[in-house]
């Protein structure tokens, strides 16, 4: 079944197309990444699929009703931003607790009710303090408890972990996947970090320019993009003889074989199990091969030295892996 | 030279204490206790007699309930102009915001000169207000309007405005999204703006000088005290000074109290 449909949308600020004709569907349940360069439109889809934003054209289904009419308020959302939009006057309690009083729930239910996502988000002990007190992932996960505690048919997320730095963001991103396991709501998250999209979503989108280059699993994206720019987005490339190549795609060899064009060796850096190697062609241009330390020991290589590089796998090919005669 | 104090990083050290200390005692303190000293001639009893006096008193009144409905209408209308040019586009925006400091920058004395050619005996409008409880009215929101629209302003830019499309995603509507998120944000600046309004319209003496006839029972605590001075009675012009003193001294001291009790929430 799908939970939230997006039919020909369009929307241009001025002469700038932010959404060219965008249409996708998100199945229920599956946590689906908007992943692209800024500008790209991901936020401004997520927005209007909210009803924060007013398409020029098109329509927004989200469980099969058409709320393209329809008010952020009654569309039955929740979302979350990238800079907390905590309520800073109210304390953490109040804060979960916002839609449910708005929906005039009975005391004990709220109550009940916030207690619980306290406990999900792990901020059970944090309840009487206001969002100045916490850090940056603790009001986060604020926020995405406020966004739960309303019961929304989809939650979306605008770049959650933007703000954060790195070690807090890698903790939340493995803590959104477990808690989107447990709670099951559609959830659709924009990145701009492709190692984020990967991570998290079973789903991802790449948007380009405002339009959706291609729709698939990480796995599917990453292994047949349906263009260069899918390709170079979600991870390193090469170019070799003009065609795009993964670094760790790049078979390194001591002496000439078939296919292979000749380099010289700039750079060995050695990042622990994964060894980096920057090289030059003969037009000048810059290209990093990806080889594993075992490999760069029998290679062994030193700057400005000769070799040949070729696409393919190094323990794929035997060819290759015998040592130079 | 082991003696001499160090001054910690960022500190002003022992003289520009002394200094600010001085300015502060020579500008405001000493004045204000030369009035209250001369306040003081009958004693305490003879203070309170003066302010409690048939007259005395009714002047004291008149200018705090003036006073108190012009601060609750700026603040309102002061804040709604705020927002207007905070999130509005118009033409001619440039020039109503400069308009608003108008009565900031002109001599209040003018300002009793135009609203008397307004709405005075030759009233152009046909609407004869002098000497009325109205003009007073009139007079001081005219003075006192820039207040609350340049304290609540710079909130209001600064707002996040994610907090409101979060509030709006949790089902608020417009004017619960107001009174519960807004307002509590823009509270701290606009009692600020209102109170610092209020102590203006208390003191204010220029601009309701002309309008308000200055007939006894239509003056202000400021023309009473002018008229006291000038009828030989420096006594009972002190008694009201201290009065006013004391009143605008609680008004900007609450504020502070306030200010300080809801900044400690923000982050």
């Known amino acids: ?325 | 030279m082991r003696r001499r104090a160090r001054v910690a990083a960022g500190g002003v050290g022992p003289l520009g204490l002394g200094v600010a200390t001085l300015w502060l005692s020579l500008i405001v303190l000493l004045p204000l206790a030369a009035i209250v000293a001369k306040s003081l001639d009958g004693g305490v009893a003879g203070l309170w007699d003066a302010i409690s006096a048939p007259v005395a008193w009714k002047t004291l009144r008149l200018t705090l309930v003036i006073s108190v409905i012009v601060t609750v209408l700026n603040a309102g209308f002061g804040t709604l102009i705020a927002w207007v040019l905070v999130r509005d586009e118009f033409p001619g925006k440039g020039f109503v915001n400069a308009l608003i400091d108008l009565p900031f920058a002109l001599p209040t004395i003018v300002a009793s000169i135009v609203l008397l050619a307004l709405i005075g005996d030759n009233s152009p409008i046909g609407l004869n207000l002098a000497a009325t409880h109205t003009a007073i009215g009139i007079a001081l929101l005219f003075v006192t309007l820039p207040f609350v629209v340049r304290s609540v302003q710079p909130v209001l830019l600064e707002l996040d405005r994610e907090a409101e499309e979060a509030a709006a995603s949790l089902g608020a509507s417009n004017p619960v999204i107001f009174r519960r998120v807004i307002l509590p944000a823009i509270a701290p600046a606009l009692i600020s703006g209102a109170g610092l309004a209020f102590a203006r319209a208390v003191g204010e003496y220029g601009s309701v000088v002309l309008i308000s006839g200055n007939i006894p029972g239509n003056q202000v605590a400021s023309q009473f005290i002018a008229d006291r001075i000038e009828t030989d009675r420096p006594a009972t012009a002190a008694a009201m000074a201290v009065a006013l003193l004391v009143i605008t001294f609680v008004v900007l001291l609450v504020m502070r109290l306030f200010g300080s009790w809801s900044q400690r929430h923000e982050g």
């Open chain 1, 1 to 325: 079944m799908t939970a939230i449909s997006a039919i020909d949308v369009n929307k241009h600020y001025g002469d700038f197309a932010a959404l060219d004709n965008v249409s996708i569907e998100i199945p229920d349940g599956s946590l689906t990444a908007l992943l692209g360069p800024s500008g790209s439109g991901k936020s401004t889809l997520l927005r209007v699929i909210s009803g924060l934003e007013v398409p020029d054209t098109g329509r927004v289904l989200i469980a099969g009703e058409d709320v393209t009419a329809l008010t952020p308020q009654k569309r039955g959302i929740g979302f979350v931003f990238q800079h907390y939009a905590a309520f800073k006057h109210m304390t953490v309690r109040d804060n979960v607790a916002f839609g449910l009083k708005i929906r005039k729930r009975p005391k004990a239910e709220i109550s009940a009710r916030v207690d619980e996502l306290l406990e999900i988000v792990g901020l059970a002990g944090f309840q009487r303090r206001y969002p100045s007190q916490l850090s940056g992932g603790q009001r986060q996960r604020m926020a995405l408890a406020r966004a739960l505690a309303v019961e929304p048919k989809v939650l979306l997320l605008d770049e959650p972990f933007g703000a954060l730095d790195a070690k807090v963001r890698e903790d939340l991103r493995t803590w959104l996947r477990r808690l989107h396991d447990e709670v099951h709501v559609t959830t659709v998250l924009v990145t701009h970090d492709q190692e984020e999209a990967m991570d998290v979503a079973d789903r991802i989108a790449v948007l380009n320019a405002g339009r959706i280059e291609q729709i698939g699993s990480p796995r599917e994206l990453y292994e047949e993009p349906a263009n260069d720019f899918v390709m170079s987005f979600l991870g390193p490339v090469a170019t070799l003889g003009g065609k795009l190549v993964r670094p760790h795609d790049l078979v390194v060899s001591l002496r000439q074989i078939e296919d292979a064009v000749p380099v010289t060796v700039e750079r060995v850096v050695h990042l622990g199990f994964e060894v980096r190697i920057s090289l030059r062609d003969a037009d000048g241009e810059e290209l990093s091969a990806q080889t594993t330390r075992g490999e760069a020991a029998r290679l062994d290589l030193s700057e400005g030295q000769q070799v040949f590089v070729r696409p393919g796998h190094p323990a794929f090919d035997a060819d290759v892996a015998a040592p130079a005669a």
